[in-house]
């Protein structure tokens, strides 16, 4: 029986390591369940997850040119739920829209829709801010030549 991507098999974990897990598979074949294919939540220790002699189900997420075949334990099962919003709270704001908590000025106004639009404030923008700059070139110019 071969195993191709997408298969997924019963195993039993026969070594861990601090980068993962070996898996035999049917057939005396085994894999490696790499630590950030172990679970959906950040895996520090694989200990903390896996013993030795565990039964665990599997998915082939690849095999490579030499026959070494990696798997995946959270690609086995369904992602955990999403939690849900706030319960009675607004969306959150998108990153655009985020302000720092206690901001009580204005609302940015909104952007220009056309390119066109967007392009005009990006040249008076640039403009304003060279004409700054040259401002500042030449009063630094004038206070390094006195002593």
Known sequence: MEFGVGSVLEGKV???????????????????????????????????????????????INVDDSGRINLSIKKAQ?????????????????????RPVGFTGPKKPAEPQTFEDRL????????????????NEKRGSRRGGRK
Do not use: C, W
């Open 14 to 60: 026969t070594g861990i390591t601090k980068f993962g897990a070996f898996v035999s598979l049917p057939e005396g074949k085994s894999g490696l369940v790499h630590i950030s294919e172990i679970a959906y939540t950040y895996v520090n220790d694989v200990k903390d997850h896996l013993q030795e002699g565990q039964e665990v189900k599997v998915k082939v």
């Open 78 to 98: 369904d992602p955990p739920p999403r939690p849900a919003a706030a319960s009675g709270g607004a969306p959150r704001p998108s990153s655009r829209e985020h």
């Open 120 to 135: 005009k404030q990006f040249m008076a923008s640039s403009d304003s801010k060279l004409s700054e700059l040259k401002m």
